[in-house]
């Protein structure tokens, strides 16, 4: 079936280098993509999204790249901080209805 | 300003027990989501509302669980009767929702729930 998936479970980082998180995603019809952090014991959080009319959108110390043609989500985190350390979703909204699909996560460790 | 706010934050029953989950959406926002997370299966949409209404609920497990939305301000997630297997953290997470358009869903902290 369709779905989202994520290449790597877990990816340890040095603090101050940067991150990237991978996500594949099977469904063509998507058209919103988020990213959410989420924290031990906590809710996910939303970092941030992006449309399907872009393929680069920029937030604070985060990016998200999206390749429509081979249907790739990226996250890089700049100057990875201890703060930083948590499970990565990567999530998209399919064009019928609001409904979002997860990926398994990536949980990144910083190491100081 | 308030996020979702979820009710009870932990809850521990026997098998067999009622369970009750509650949840308060962001104010003026008008589409509300329940979610399971197992660390089997994931972040599984279970049901969403919109307007008040339930628009898909292909993802609630059996008819052991129903959830209600009486007024755009709160919802309840029931499991009767509990089961072990139910035992995960169960969020609550509302977006605005216009037609056309896509919008961000924000989550509660969850309710982490032990059946016993």
């Known amino acids: 079936g369709e779905s989202v998936g994520l290449h790597l479970p877990t990816l340890s980082v040095q603090e101050g280098d940067n991150s990237i998180i991978n996500c594949a995603y099977s469904n063509s019809a998507s058209d919103y993509f988020i990213w959410y952090k989420q924290e031990s014991g906590k809710g996910p959080q939303f970092i941030i999204d992006i449309r399907s009319n872009m393929d680069k959108r920029q937030g604070q110390r985060v990016t998200v790249l999206l390749n429509k043609t081979v249907k790739h989500l990226s996250l890089q985190i700049a100057a990875t901080q201890p703060g930083d350390s948590a499970v990565y979703f990567c999530a998209e909204n399919r064009a019928a209805g609001n409904k979002l699909t997860f990926g398994g996560g990536t949980r990144v460790l910083v190491k100081p | 300003d308030a996020g979702v706010i979820q009710s009870p934050r932990h809850e521990v029953t026997e098998m067999g027990q009622e369970v009750t989950l509650r949840c308060k959406p962001i104010?003026?926002?008008?589409?509300l989501f329940w979610y399971r997370q197992t660390m089997m299966r994931g972040l599984e949409l279970l049901i969403y509302?919109?307007?008040?209404?339930?628009?898909?609920d292909s993802g609630m497990p059996e008819d052991r669980f129903s959830a209600k939305m009486p007024n755009a301000s709160f919802s309840t997630l029931k499991i009767q009767p509990s089961e072990p297997r139910d035992s995960a953290v169960y969020f609550c997470a509302s977006s605005f929702t216009s037609t056309g358009s896509r919008e961000t869903q924000y989550f509660g902290p969850g309710t982490r729930l032990l059946v016993l």
């Open positions: 104010s003026g926002h008008n589409s």
């Open positions: 509302f919109n307007n008040n209404v339930p628009i898909d």
